[in-house]
């Protein structure tokens, strides 16, 4: 976990780094009127003028002991700056979660056990239109319709569990797609196993064929695919945020790779990866847990 | 087969979503959020976070629009830029190099520390450190300072001391890096808390400061000049779309940026309108004098003027919000004699004849000695309005007098980075935009041969002798004369293709009684509710 999550931050500061370091950005306009002195001045006083394999590893040695440097534009931690935003990156992430698995995965089932009826055409055109439809453009027009011409719910910001209704499902609207489109084809391939035959044969009724039986089974590569779903979700969208001014980590993570804020890109990969590995080693034993049949060395 | 067991995956997955969800309603506060604002309580949406309430540390919009609200300065620019008095109620130039501020008396901060000549001192001299230590974000405001020393003579009267002979030092005095701060509170509490709980003496405090979600202040009811509003909440709503949303849906009073294309759309809502007022934001595209040879002619620079349909753009893609300019000082020290180039391509084409870049008609591209008449242009996307498409517009407009462009988009970080060291990374013209200098000669340093923000490397001889007039020139009047001719020169040089003072596009909620100011800040001292 520590190689991934090494090798990762490595990989964005070096790719942050080519892209030039921030000493004019940071000086702006300031820069027209000092001279190439005073900004080299600049640049050597905020350690920008050292290779950065250098910076690069003063920036592990001091990560180590969980300092990720000052923010060049907050002008507090760097980690503060990501660490505050992660309880609504949590929320909003959680509540999409929450819609994508507890809607899309029923949507799959039944659309699976009515496989060629009107409600399975119905539930894969909704399950194609979540992953067709951009998420900017969703999320505008139930801004419109619900914030604007039936003003139900609120516009944007962060408040009442209202708040997280809209930006909800827009972020849920695409993962709720493929879970449902997963999910049905994952429970139509095991309908077939000879199990399930077996099932009915004994005379099991079909709702017990499909929940106790096949589900179970089913559900298995689903749950390999929500739980690294869980993972992108926790990271952040930077579409909702934006469009929703939902204060959240993707948001903070793109300004500051457009500031070249160093101590905030690292401070922020550094958190997502955790948070991948995390999930992935979550998600790899949970594997293990729900299916007997893997066992890990 | 062997089935999965016990706790297997379905029930894993509702007890993961339950709790998940669980987690985020219990986490959700019910706190404001986005609702019809109280009666007492103005909303201003802006398009970025509000990262710090301490002047020095910020010179950003979102930041500078509530800090103008805590604080106070010597002196202060007018809605219609003249320098007012503010926390000095007069000032003189003592010698050469010492400006005397006289202070209002028995002025005290938010906390009762006393605002006098002491307390100034104190804070200008912090700034003075920050900036010979390379903290906060003062390297602009004080490398234009060049503090010597200052002294606090009493109670109210203040000597400031620069290193060399500067004119403008009232006018710095506006600044909110100038403003001055409580010396006793300032140098007992910590950056961060004074980055959230900053005292100044404005009209308006603090009272609330939620990162990246709002900041609320409320008015203190001890300043002499107590605002009409009671309560001010700036939030920040990055996409345009959504704060006209919340503008329709009457839940915001002001909010900035409404593109030029959405302007109908707060027109057609009963609960807002739309107020523009023409910026101080120079939008112009340089032309680098030592790139292509082509540009050190200035009959080339000229035909270049001519050849761009300014008006249609304006109308076409701006939507008449804005006029053309044939300058680049800002009010109120703009010519009026000097007006935009009007749209002539026979005399563009004419002008580049002349100068022997002629036509080849195989390829419609002007050539001398076999060299094509191309340029690179670099422009940059999302920084101004429509910078863009902006750019394209020029491009093609040259392309019908058979100027070739080579047209390429940045981001800004990037295109920033092309900018740096006096705009070495551009190729031969570029689209750029340019503050105020508040000051006909620092507005006119953008064309100037040694300025760092001449980008262009430009250098005019009669400019340059009219320039140096200037610099010893103290008499208003006769700097407004130089002025004048210098735009005159600039003019007829053409050093730049002339665009426009960017529109600055507001959306107001009808209640508000408001009128935005030319230079972005948006001042709230005075507004009130109908």
Not at chain 1, 147 to 162: A, F, H, K
Not at chain 2, 51 to 61: A, D, H, M, R
Not at chain 2, 65 to 86: S, V
Not at chain 2, 479 to 502: H, L, N
């Amino acid at each position: 976990m520590l190689v991934v999550v090494l090798m990762v931050s490595a990989a964005s500061f070096a790719l942050l780094f080519l892209t030039g370091d921030p000493t004019e950005l940071l000086l702006g306009s300031a820069a027209d009127v000092m001279s190439q002195q005073q900004i080299e001045e600049f640049r050597r006083a905020r350690g920008f003028d050292r290779p950065w394999p250098a910076q690069y590893l003063g920036f592990v040695i001091h990560a180590a002991r969980g300092d990720f440097g000052e923010s060049l534009r907050h002008h507090r931690p760097a980690f503060e700056v990501i660490w505050e935003r992660v309880p609504a990156t949590v929320q909003l992430g959680a509540v999409a979660f929450a819609l994508s698995v507890g809607f899309g995965v029923p949507l799959g089932v039944i659309s699976a056990t009515r496989r060629g009826s009107a409600v399975d055409a119905g539930a894969m055109l909704v399950a194609l239109l979540g992953q067709s439809v951009p998420s900017f453009w969703l999320g505008i027009v139930l801004i419109m319709l619900f914030g604007v011409y039936l003003p139900l719910l609120p516009i944007s910001g962060r408040g009442t569990w209202l708040h997280l209704v809209l930006p909800g499902v827009t972020l849920a609207a695409f993962p709720l797609a493929r879970n449902a489109r997963l999910t049905r084809s994952s429970v139509l391939e095991v309908m077939h196993q000879e199990y399930v035959r077996t099932a009915r044969a004994k005379g099991v009724p079909e709702l017990g064929v499909v929940y106790r039986h096949a589900l179970r089974n089913a559900l298995i590569p689903v749950v390999t695919v929500i739980g690294l779903q869980l993972g992108f979700l926790l990271g952040g969208s930077v579409i909702v945020e934006t469009i929703f001014a939902w204060p959240g980590v993707g948001r903070a993570l793109i300004q500051a790779i457009g500031n070249k804020d160093f101590p905030v890109v690292q401070a922020g990969v550094t958190m997502l990866a955790v948070t991948f590995v995390a999930v992935n080693l979550l998600v790899d034993l949970l594997y293990a847990t729900l299916n007997p049949r893997i066992r890990y060395q | 087969m062997s089935h999965v067991t016990g706790s297997g995956a379905w029930l894993w997955l509702r007890r993961a979503a339950v709790g998940l969800m669980a987690l985020a309603l219990i986490g959700a506060p019910y706190s404001g959020g986005s609702a019809a604002p109280s009666p007492d309580t103005a909303v201003l949406l802006q398009g970025g976070d509000i990262l710090t309430l301490e002047p020095y540390f910020s010179s950003s919009l979102p930041d500078t629009n509530a800090i103008i609200h805590m604080y106070e300065t010597l002196t202060r620019f007018g809605d219609d830029l003249k320098l007012l008095p503010g926390l000095a109620e007069s000032w003189r130039l003592r010698d050469s190099r010492t400006w005397e501020f006289k202070l209002v008396a028995g002025r005290r901060f938010q906390n009762g520390e006393p605002l006098n000549a002491a307390a100034v001192r104190y804070s200008l001299l912090r700034g003075k450190e920050f900036y010979e230590k390379k903290l906060g974000d003062v390297q602009y405001e004080y490398s234009l300072l060049d503090l010597d020393a200052v002294e606090a003579v009493d109670d109210v009267t203040l000597r400031i001391r620069t290193k060399e002979p500067n004119p403008l030092i009232p006018l710095h005095m506006a600044h909110t890096q100038t403003a001055p701060m409580p010396p006793r509170y300032t140098s007992q509490t910590s950056v961060n808390d004074l980055q959230r709980k900053p005292i100044g003496s404005g009209p308006y405090r603090v009272v609330e400061f939620v990162p990246n979600e709002r900041v609320v202040l409320e008015a203190w009811a001890d300043h002499p000049d107590r605002p009409r509003i009671r309560r001010l909440l700036f939030r920040p709503v990055p996409e345009d779309a959504t704060r006209i949303a919340e503008l329709t849906a009457g839940n915001a009073d002001i909010i900035v940026n409404v593109p030029p294309d959405l302007i109908s759309q707060v027109e057609r809502t009963r609960s807002g309108r739309v107020e523009t007022v023409a910026g101080l934001r120079r939008i112009i595209v340089g032309l680098r004098m030592d790139r292509h040879p082509a540009l050190r002619d200035k009959r080339v620079r000229q035909a270049l003027n001519y050849a761009f349909d300014c008006r249609t753009m304006m109308r076409n893609l701006l939507a008449n919000k804005g006029e053309c300019t044939g300058t680049v000082a800002n009010v109120p020290d703009q010519n009026p004699a000097v007006k935009a180039y009007p749209f002539e391509l026979q005399r563009a084409g004419a002008l580049l004849d002349e100068a022997g870049w002629r036509m080849n008609p195989r390829t419609n591209v002007r050539e001398q000695g076999g060299r094509a008449l191309e340029f690179g242009f670099d422009c940059p996307r999302g920084r101004y309005i429509k910078d863009a498409e902006i750019c394209q517009v020029i491009a093609s407009d040259l392309a019908k007098v058979g100027v070739k462009t080579d047209l390429q988009v940045f981001d800004w970080s990037v295109f920033v980075g092309k900018s740096a060291r006096r705009g070495a990374g551009f190729r031969d013209i570029y689209l750029i935009g340019s503050g105020p200098g508040f000051e006909c000669q620092a507005d006119l340093a953008l064309v100037q041969k040694d300025s760092g923000s001449n980008r262009s490397l430009t250098d005019m001889p009669r400019f340059e002798a009219l320039w140096d007039d200037m610099s010893v020139t103290f008499d208003v009047k006769k700097r407004r004369d130089i002025c004048f001719k210098m735009q005159e020169v600039i003019y007829d040089e053409a050093p730049v293709i002339f665009i426009w003072f960017q529109t600055d596009i507001y959306g107001v909620s009808q209640r508000l009684e408001w009128k935005p100011r030319v230079d972005e800040r948006i001042r709230l001292h005075n507004a009130r509710f109908r």
